[in-house]
């Protein structure tokens, strides 16, 4: 995937973040994301402070 949106001030790491949720959306499978999400990526928590929002070339991320 790309990185546009990366360094995130935070250290969120936002691409592996959507390489776990998309197969996850496509199959139906997000008890299984959000478990490697809580074991793998929870240690870095979003502050939405919208860094990432304005690198995103591509518009894939929204500030909710």
């Known amino acids: 995937g790309c ?3 990366q360094p995130c001030p ?3 790491r936002i691409p592996d973040i959507f390489g776990a949720y998309d197969p ?3 199959f139906d499978t ?3 994301f959000y478990k490697r999400y809580n ?3 929870r ?3 979003c502050v939405k ?3 990432c929002i304005e690198k995103c070339k591509f518009k ?3 500030k909710q």
């Open 3 to 5: 990185a546009y949106c």
């Open 10 to 12: 935070r250290g969120v």
């Open 24 to 26: 996850a959306a496509m």
């Open 30 to 32: 997000y008890d299984k």
């Open 39 to 41: 074991t793998n990526f």
């Open 43 to 45: 240690e870095n928590v």
């Open 49 to 51: 402070c919208g860094a």
């Open 60 to 62: 894939a991320i929204s």
